[in-house]
């Protein structure tokens, strides 16, 4: 690059060897260049490397000190990012669990309110380990909801480890159970077992081996994990990820294993009403399909099926748990040709005259929720959204009921939840963010543009109310990975950037799961040059 009179500090650049290094890639045919000039860069301990990150340091920090306003701007952010963040409420009976973080706190912290309205502290990372490098990974209550399963990873090594509390008292009632990381936890009724995912023991398994062959065990509290009854994975793929779940009754387990990140996976069911929980007969209703499926047998006795087999944008079945046989699943949500299936709850309370199904969709980027008549799938309304952004966590009362409760934010609405109540039709604020803060005023808008191969993306824009099209500095984001969606939400960043003056433009890359599975598979392995295509047409 040639330097221009008012880019000085490129001539100060370090300068990066060049070698001349070229791999016939792959081994097989067909075969191809590639040039790979830089990859001394890729040994992070030689003495080469760490010159030039020094000097690329040095670089940086002399910019630095010379901008004015950065000051100002770590300022502002400071006072947006004070809003936090509340989760929407997880329920068991008349208690219920939800996460809260507020401004200047390094980690949410985790609450319990009992059924007289008291509300508790029950885990804060921060009071665990002051230094920060403690991190709640996942957690879930039993079905009565007086235990909890935790997990917990110190220093940043995602290595969770497994605990029970009781959740009255607050006291540890089970031992650590380690090698949990990414583990589902599925309850018994009671409480007094549940199923979780535990990698074998490093001496089990080949060298080099030991962040994989995960296995589904049955633990029954108090019981030494080395007890533990070895359920499912025996023999399958060792880079199987499971997840594991069990109806409220307690009569049926579902099994799903996906090997690694692949959108796909295999799917068991197992009725557990002969009380084999440790030998569960494990019945195949998906294996080898190039889908992802999942179950939920619901108060009613049926199994909704949710799935993008045949429907890369989803659908929701119904079948018979009893046979679950694909040509038996009957379509209660038929695919959307616009709009993206992301989850539903189910409102069958007594206090409802017709049980209900809540849907929520992305619909090119922006979230809305349905109402439709449970038996029959027929659309018979909507949830009142607040404005054009993001829902998450749709919830219920496990037990039936006719509320549901949703987190919703969107570019200037810092993190919220909504209570919808189906009798009436109305949503209301259920809890804001517990900070207060001056969002800026800015415009928000959705855009579409053309790929290099003619495919239509949409993008955000967030730019200064006045003269919105009047060309600005800009700050381009963009993913276009792993089904990750870009959609509408409260930046800190993004606010500070508009209010000083620029746009920050958030372009919905494919490789994404802004219009579905294929979306994604469109921008992934020998698609990934979509990706970048998008990204330079944005």
């Known amino acids: 690059m040639t330097p221009t009179p008012d880019s000085g500090p490129l001539r100060d650049y370090p300068t990066a060897e060049r070698m001349n290094l070229v791999e016939r890639l792959p081994a097989g045919a067909p075969t191809y260049d ?153 309850w018994l009724p009671g409480g007094e077992a549940f199923y979780y995912v535990r990698r074998l023991a490093p001496q089990q398994v080949p060298a080099g081996e030991e962040q994989y062959h995960r296995r589904v065990w049955l633990h029954r509290l108090g019981g030494d994990p080395a007890d533990d009854e070895l359920v499912f994975g025996d023999g399958l793929d060792l880079h199987n990820y499971y997840g594991v779940s069990v109806s409220l009754d307690g009569r049926w387990l579902s099994v799903s294993a996906a090997s690694g990140t692949a959108p796909r996976n295999d799917l068991w069911i197992a009725d557990l009403s002969d009380g084999r929980l440790g030998t569960p007969d494990l019945r195949v209703v998906q294996q080898g399909v190039d889908a992802q499926t999942s179950l939920y047998v619901g108060r009613d006795g049926r199994a909704y099926v949710f799935t993008d087999r045949d429907a890369p944008r989803g659908r929701l079945a119904v079948a018979d748990p009893t046979d679950l046989a694909y040509g038996t699943w009957r379509d209660l949500l038929a695919q959307d040709e616009e709009a993206v299936l992301d989850g539903f709850v189910v409102l069958d309370g007594d206090e409802l005259t017709t049980p209900l199904l809540l849907a929520a969709w992305t619909r090119h980027a922006v979230s809305e929720v349905s109402v439709h008549d449970l038996a029959t799938g027929a659309r018979v309304g909507e949830v009142p ?147 970048y295509d998008d990204f330079y047409a944005a």
């Open 34 to 186: 590639v040039t790979d000039p830089y990859r001394w860069l890729e040994d992070p301990d030689a003495a080469q490397t760490t010159e030039w990150l020094a000097a690329q340091d040095q670089l940086f920090a002399a910019q630095r000190s010379r901008w004015a306003v950065r000051p100002h701007l770590q300022q502002r952010i400071g006072e947006l990012l004070a809003a936090g963040v509340v989760s929407p409420p997880v329920w068991r009976g008349s208690r219920h669990f939800l996460m809260r973080r507020v401004g200047g706190q390094e980690h949410a912290v985790l609450l319990t309110v009992d059924p007289d309205g008291a509300e508790r502290c029950l885990l804060d990372p921060m009071l665990i380990d002051p230094t920060g490098a403690t991190t709640l990974d996942a957690w879930q209550p039993s079905k009565e909801g007086h235990l909890l399963a935790y997990q917990l990873s110190q220093g940043g090594s995602e290595e969770s480890v497994l605990r029970v509390l009781d959740v009255r008292t607050g006291e540890l009632v089970d031992w650590p159970i380690d090698r949990a990381r990414y583990s589902p936890i599925a």
């Open 385 to 531: 959204l607040p404005g054009v952004g993001s829902v998450s966590g749709l919830t219920e009362h496990p037990e039936g009921g006719h509320e549901a409760w949703v987190g919703y934010t969107d570019a200037t609405t810092p993190s919220s939840v909504l209570r919808y109540d189906a009798r009436s039709g109305q949503t209301s604020t259920w809890a804001l963010a517990p900070g207060t803060v001056q969002v800026p005023e800015v415009s928000t808008r959705q855009v579409s543009y053309t790929s290099a191969d003619g495919t239509v993306v949409r993008m955000l824009l967030i730019s200064p109310t006045r003269e919105p099209d009047r060309p600005r500095p800009t700050v381009l984001y963009g993913y276009g990975g792993f089904g990750a969606t870009m959609t509408p939400g409260y930046s800190a960043g993004a606010l500070a950037w508009a209010e000083a003056g620029g746009v920050y433009a958030i372009a919905g890359l494919r490789g994404g799961g802004e219009e579905g599975e294929q979306w994604h598979r469109d921008g992934m392995l020998g698609a990934k040059q979509n990706v």
